[in-house]
């Protein structure tokens, strides 16, 4: 259980940074989306163990945590998720919403344990209606208490 437990902080963390500042830029040309990096805290990661004892296939990661600016000095809004485990030890599969002052963004995809992850944008709302992109989140600790999202959003 502290090995899945490390392993949903982790996620969590990338789900909901700690500290999470929003910093758009203007979108480059490069990638053609509009840059905004935020950071998870994560202080209410649960794992419910829905089989075997311990980490195992289609245990269930769930979390509601504070997203902060870029420079984690000020809460800017929240997240709401669940992951399902679906390699042990390794990775979960994950959806979420995070929460921003000027509309929400939804991902998908994989959670990695030990590595940084790069989720898919499937939706928004307000300001990012009909949002597409890219995800990166990566862990700021070892501990999987803090991570940062840096979304890439094009529509």
Not at 15 to 21: D, H, L, P, T, W
Not at 120 to 130: F, Q
Not at 133 to 153: E, I
Request: aromatic share 6%; hydrophobic share 40%.
């Amino acid at each position: 259980m502290t090995s899945k437990l490390l392993a949903a902080g982790t996620l969590a963390a990338t789900v909901a940074a700690g500290a999470v500042s929003v910093g758009a830029t203007a979108a480059s040309a490069a990638t053609g989306g509009r840059h905004i990096t935020v950071v998870e805290h994560a202080v209410s990661d649960t794992v419910t163990d829905t089989g075997r004892k311990g980490d195992s296939v289609g245990d269930l990661l769930t979390f509601a945590n504070p997203i902060f600016n870029r420079a984690d000095t000020k809460r800017i809004g929240h997240d709401n998720g669940s992951c399902i485990r679906t390699v042990v030890g390794k990775a979960w599969e994950c959806s979420w919403t995070t929460r921003l002052p000027h509309g929400s963004l939804v991902v998908q995809g994989p959670f990695y344990d030990h590595r940084d992850s790069t989720l898919a944008i499937t939706g928004g709302t307000g300001a990012y209606s009909r949002a597409r992109g890219v995800m990166h989140l990566h862990a700021r600790n070892k501990q999987g208490t803090a991570y940062t999202f840096a979304f890439v959003v094009r529509r």
